[in-house]
């Protein structure tokens, strides 16, 4: 292992794109610090690291979209520092990001072929050969069976995951970027995109590739390079580290160790239990079993792809659960879509804000009250002096930045926005609150205030279940930590036992058992 790849064997010259001591800062935030990295021609090479650890600011400085506080990087032995997405796009760097950037209501067609619509007279768009093109690359990842001419947005997500890989695969990349390509897919999906990397591989193109999943990483990549906190740790061949060796390097030796907390109150009945429960999404999966006491604050880790947003929203009724019983407060109750979960006294304040959890160009009043409107109302009759006093009182409760509860939602920044769909929640006064990533991109400000309030309210009886991909926010958070993998609960974690090395662990754990298996 080499502290700078920039200058061990291996050396620039049979390196396709070389990054040297790239650092990029944000308001009191290092998100990558002095970091310098070979990537190789015919090489599929890894970035392992926990959420937090600079692998996507790292990714969209590689890709035009983050330009650089400090260092070079090097395309192909030339400078190279792209000013946009379309210029990395021109000079061979194509980026697949996590979320897609698809435009819904064009066709399929349209989207894979995008940045270099076919023309005739240079100015016409030619739909035979578009379509016909995009055919074959949609037989590429196995869509044959998608017409190229449908919207993208009437596909599934899985769908459109490949036709963005189909669109990476329209142009000549020397360089390709997969960020958690395989998240959305089933296994098959996901082996017919290891051919095609490897297929590239063999032509000789550079394969960057995120992923948490460890057995991705060990069967199907050459080098795994490591990141921490914004910080480069080590690169080296897969074949000369395990995956208990790459844990404890994502992981570091430093063991943060879990601040005694309340517990909740174990005198009475579960405020949420489940019993033999499973979504639809892991129903292959065994059924999940544990309970939240009142006034108790549980965690629920695991990678992307665990299954954990999957259960909330099964829970709330948002999707509909295959198999299971739900009891609140000792009692047997019917969830079947979300109103019956907010009769029931539950809530769920989802992932993403901006799509599932607010009315962007609506008020800050109207989205406050969304959920309780018709508790403003009076024969029918919205009374809006009731409705604005109660969006305004919990507007102060929250110390919600805002000029006017007339402005727009959109308009206020993200800790704010997140602090309007909690106060619309709250509004109900729930005694189970669901929350899944509470905390994604809101500065550390509005973090520590919403990691108040939520222990208030715990301190007030109700019973919270965190979903996070943050292990440190959960350690310091939680009372105890439930850790998912695969699908499957792997086990529990109480104030004692929880650290970070025992969560990726247990993360890890399904395929971690795989591997013994296959050794044995």
Known sequence: MSADPGHDAVGVAASVLCVRHIGKRYPGVVAVDDISLDFKAGEIHALAGENGAGKSTLIKILGGIVKPDMGTMLLAGQAYAPASPQAAIQAGVRVVH???????????????????LPRRLGIFVDRSRLLSHTRELLALVGLQDVDPTLPVERLGVAQQQLVEIARALSDKARVLVLDEPTATLTPRESGRLFEIVHRLRADGVSIVFISHHLEEIFEHCDTVSVLRNGRFVATQKTSEVTPGGLVKQMVGREVVQKQGMGAGRRDVPPALKVADFQSQANRKRPALNFEVYPGEIVGVAGLVGSGRSEILRAMFGADKPDRGTIMRDGKAV?????????????????????????????????NTTLA???????????????????????MRSLDTRMASLDQPVRSLSGGNQQKVVLGKWLLKEPRVLLLDEPTRGIDIGAKAEIYGLLRGLAAQGVAILVVSSDVPELLGLADRILVMSRGALAGELNAEEMNEEAVLQMAYSEYLKEQVSRVQ
């Open 334 to 366: 019917r969830i079947g879509s979300p109103r019956q979960a907010i009769a029931n006294g539950i809530a769920l304040v989802t992932e993403n804000r901006k799509e599932e959890g607010l009315v962007l160009p609506m008020s800050i009043q109207v």
């Open 372 to 394: 309780s409107v018709f508790d403003s109302a009076k024969a029918g009759f919205l009374q809006h002096g009731k409705e604005r006093a109660a969006a305004q009182a919990m």
């Open 98 to 116: 996590q979320e897609f950037n698809l435009l819904p209501y064009l066709s399929v067609a349209e989207n894979v072929l995008f940045e270099r």
